[in-house]
């Protein structure tokens, strides 16, 4: 049972084959074996944190609130979240990453969004990470949490847009009034 | 003499005897002309960089040490020091705001704390069994842990130190160039104004009974209180032996409000000793809850379309019994199609209607036909909707205490998003043994502000625009008593940068005045030791951790910590 939100290299070869034009490299291919060679589907662990330095990267552009570009080398088996941290980009993880509060909310490219959709479970994101999408702010048709996507190889030149700073934060439409 | 420190004129010329750098900082504010002016300045100090060494710090205190304070300081900091790093890369005149002087070359932030732990209601809210969104104090504590990391900026922890009551707010605003108010909501709440609420033992706040379960050391009283109202004998047959600790308790609660705080405090009541033994709740406390209470009615006004909570909370309770609690839930089929009105099917197809559509299919998927067969579970969570409680009645064997609620059968009326509730005049009476207001927060000023206009009692909170206060003054504001106890600890964030934001601007646009006095970290440290004021630092407050998850504390491996439960068994652990 893999951990909730976690593909396996299986799966990130297939999200990765499915996009067009996208050629499968050979150190995926090796990240593949290694994965059946570990003999379970558990993600490959470095030091704990996600993968290390060795690991193959791809070019990932964060849109931050301010419409600034941040463009990062991601490292293919970590989170979203992890890639963000490590290289700077201003997200929030309040819950470090366990699908507990929504603040690593990113906006996906539709394209992105449905490959990966296409292979989890059901084809549907978990009940917990939709409950928490619920709580986000400035939510799109296409938003995920950073912590439940894996970095995979096709996501190579991707585009992930941060929420819009909005002067409206009240999670539940509330309107200020007095009492 | 406390309005006129807090409208304290801002005297350039003041600032200008006092710090010439600053005022040149003001210069350069005032145009492209002034600013070569300041190039100039600079460039006799250390070539065509700006020399930081002689440029002053930022001071800032940040009043309250939970989320919204730390957020406030995380952002405020990274602000800063991203905008000294901005005017100190050499001159790309391309963009104009890289090459704009700053007036300052670092930012101390005092963090100052009623309490002697920080983290407020991450500690002392979060339900217990949430720990994983207490996992936020660890991003908190990155601000202390991270020290060291650019000599640019500092935090301190002012832990025990009551504003208002132990130093003034007006000579905070005096020592330090800006001051920010992320106090809370924790001092009072909204109230119901019906009949038995001030007068009816057994009538608790919410955020009273969800601090004493939480183990905050101001609020250890109601234990006994709660413990009066779910044990009490019910007949002279009843021997206090027969109830052992997991015995459950045959009370019923009712919950007044549907917010994720009555969710909580109604899933901690079913729960008892066996849910929470693996949590940090108290030893004191789960000996009162014991196995649970046997019945929790959570009422509210209106519709479950209007509820306050959030599909987390409530998918929680629903799988209690799934999960081993012992806990069935109960949704009654009628009350939801009462509340389906044109009004509210609009409300779940609207803007923001993702969540309350889930949480109506949710609630639909559990719904029961009032007669129908409930599950094996001793114990129950009921949520009921349209009900106005009118009234809290005395028991009839004890007519000091609590002993029914009566309720009035409501109706929605009126547009989208703006349905209100309607009496029928159908009456409802529930039996209640403990009941809990949980209809929110309510903010009050700090002592010292009432007699200025910078507190607003309609809406309990203070009066600003984006964070800043009105008026002339270097007084900031985030977080609940910003913009009232709504939302999540994520909502903190916006708010925090909302108000950071208006910081940045005021620091570029006005001259920041640190007041009369001006000596930040150092003044309050002699205004705090001159008054005999037992400070908890950081380190200190780290011993008190290293005291509360010591292997002797603990009740099992898995118990995260045994909280202390006294300001002076914390201090003395301080100490150690």
Known sequence: MLPRGVISAARAAQIGCKRSGFKLSSVFANTCVSSQTLGNNKQIRWHGDGPGPDAPTVQLTFVNPDDSETKISARVGETLLQSAHRTGVEMEGACEGVCACSTCHVILEQDMYDDLLDKMEDEALSEDEEDMLDMAFGLEQTSRLGCQITVTEGMDGAVISLPKATRNFYVDGHKPTPH | ?576
């Open chain 2, 1 to 576: 003499m406390l309005k006129q420190c807090l409208l304290r004129p801002q005297t350039v010329a003041f600032v200008m005897n006092q710090t010439p750098i600053r005022s040149s900082c003001h210069l350069a504010r005032l145009g492209s002309t002034r600013r070569s002016l300041w190039r100039t300045f600079s460039s006799t100090n250390n070539n065509d960089d700006v020399n930081n060494d002689n440029k002053p710090r930022l001071s800032v205190a940040v009043v309250g040490a939970g989320p919204a304070g730390f957020y406030a300081s995380k952002y405020l900091t990274s602000s800063v020091l991203k905008r000294i790093t901005q005017s100190t890369s050499s001159g790309d005149d391309d963009d104009d705001t890289h090459s704009t002087p700053f007036g300052f070359s670092g930012i101390d932030i005092d963090l100052i704390e009623r309490l002697p732990t920080p983290y407020g209601l991450v500690r002392y809210g979060v339900a217990p069994d949430h720990p994983e969104v207490k996992n936020v104090e660890n991003d908190f504590a990155a601000l202390f842990n991270k020290q060291g990391e650019s000599q640019n900026s500092s935090i301190n922890f002012y832990g025990n130190v009551d504003v208002g009551k132990q130093i003034p707010l007006s000579k905070l605003q005096s020592l330090y160039d800006v001051v920010i108010l992320a106090y809370g909501c924790q001092a009072a709440d909204k109230r119901l104004n019906i009949p038995g609420e001030d007068t009816l033992e057994g009538v608790l706040s919410a955020r009273e009974f969800v601090a004493w379960y939480n183990g905050h050391p101001e609020f250890q009283h109601i234990g006994p209180i709660v413990e009066r109202c779910l044990w009490k004998k019910k007949s002279n047959t009843t021997n206090d032996d027969d109830i052992t600790e997991t015995s459950i308790s045959p009370a019923r609660v009712v919950v007044i409000g549907q917010g994720n705080v009555a969710l909580d405090v109604a899933r901690v009541l079913a729960k008892g000793k066996p849910g929470l033994i693996d949590t940090d709740t108290p030893t004191s406390v789960l000996n009162v809850l014991k196995g649970g209470v046997s019945h929790v009615s959570v009422v509210g006004r209106r519709g479950h379309v209007q509820g306050a909570f959030t599909i987390k909370e409530l998918r929680e309770l629903t799988k209690l019994d799934k999960e081993g609690h012992n806990v069935s839930f109960v949704v009654r089929k009628e009350e939801l199609e009462m509340g389906m009105t044109d009004a509210s099917m609009e409300e779940l197809k609207g803007p923001g209607g993702r969540p309350k559509s889930r949480i109506d299919k949710l609630l639909q998927d559990n719904a029961v036909e009032e007669d129908a067969q409930s599950t094996d579970a001793e114990k129950s969570v009921e949520i009921r909707f349209l009900l106005n409680p009118t009234q809290l009645a005395p028991h009839e064997s004890n007519l000091s205490k609590v002993g029914h609620v009566l309720c009035e059968r409501t109706r929605l009326e009126g547009d989208p998003g703006k349905q209100r509730p309607v009496g029928t005049g159908e009456m409802e009476e529930l039996p209640a043994d403990l009941v809990l207001v949980s209809i929110g927060y309510r903010g009050m000023p700090l002592e010292g502000m009432e007699e200025l206009d910078f507190f607003d009692s309609s809406s309990s909170t203070v009066v600003n625009e984006h964070g800043k206060l009105p008026g002339e003054n270097n007084l900031f504001v985030t977080g609940w008593i910003k913009r009232g106890p709504t939302g999540i600890i994520g909502t903190n964030i916006m708010d925090a940068k909302d108000t950071v934001k208006s910081v940045m601007n005021y620091l570029e646009t006005s001259v920041p005045v640190a007041g009369v006095e001006s000596q930040g970290r150092d003044g309050l440290n002699d205004h705090l030791g001159a008054h005999d004021v037992k400070v908890v630092d950081w380190n200190q407050f780290l011993r008190i951790v290293s005291a509360e998850i010591d292997t002797t504390r603990l009740r099992s491996e898995a118990q995260p910590r045994e909280k202390i439960l006294a300001v002076s068994e914390m201090l003395n652990a301080a100490q150690r």
